[in-house]
T-cell receptor
């Protein structure tokens, strides 16, 4: 089955700086890669996703890049703000089959220092 | 914005007992899921449900687990003969078009088995 590794486990950045979270996946057939933000006491909330037919996607301060050859994808947050503090999860999915649903990484605790 | 709602927010049960976790997915969504998150660990897929039947399930979803959509709005997860290791946060999610479309998660039910 799919295995997703996520780094770092904790990331502390100064407000206004950029944050980058990286994930690798094992199943070359995976073709859908969402990123979720989880705030304390809440469920994961989708913030951006990318499919394997594109290499980059951007939504305001958030961007995701995908390198299919290397089987890794990254989340980039620019001009970080205090409200960006949360746990971020990457995930991968092979929509063509398999019985594992979305496979999540272990999460990155992003801390924005004022 | 419509959201997935879960009840109760916290459930405490004794080992060996049965529990039912309840979810109301977003009304126009057709695909329903349960995921779980053991404290401090990654979110793990349990089961997906479409057209009144299970479409995928993981190894975690053993014969003690069952899901049901008893009416047009609720989606339930039943765990029989609960074990200590079932203690986790259980998240319900729904989507319009399956795993390739955005999953909307509820805020979870924290299950504590004592």
């Amino acid at each position: 089955g799919e295995n997703v590794e996520q780094h770092p486990s904790t990331l502390s950045v100064q407000e206004g700086d950029s944050a980058v979270i990286k994930c690798t996946y094992s199943d070359s057939a995976s073709n859908y890669f969402p990123w979720y933000k989880q705030e304390l006491g809440k469920g994961p909330q989708l913030i951006i996703d990318i499919r394997s037919n594109v290499g980059e996607k951007k939504d305001q301060r958030i961007a995701v890049t995908l390198n299919k050859t290397a089987k890794h994808f990254s989340l980039h947050i620019t001009e970080t703000q205090p409200e960006d503090s949360a746990v971020y999860f990457c995930a991968a999915r092979n929509s063509g089959g398999g019985a594992d649903g979305l496979t999540f990484g272990k999460g990155t605790h992003l801390i924005i220092q004022p | 914005e419509p959201e997935v709602t879960q009840t109760p927010s916290h459930q405490v049960t004794q080992m060996g007992q049965e529990v039912i976790l309840r979810c109301v997915p977003i009304s126009n969504h057709l695909y329903f899921y349960w995921y779980r998150q053991i404290l401090g660990q990654k979110v793990e897929f349990l089961v997906s449900f479409y057209n009144n039947e299970i479409s995928e399930k993981s190894e975690i979803f053993d014969d003690r687990f069952s899901v049901e959509r008893p009416d047009g709005s609720n989606f339930t997860l039943k765990i029989r003969s609960t074990k200590l290791e079932d203690s986790a946060m259980y998240f319900c999610a729904s989507s319009e078009q399956g795993h390739d479309s955005p999953l909307h998660f509820g805020n979870g039910t924290r299950l504590t088995v004592t």
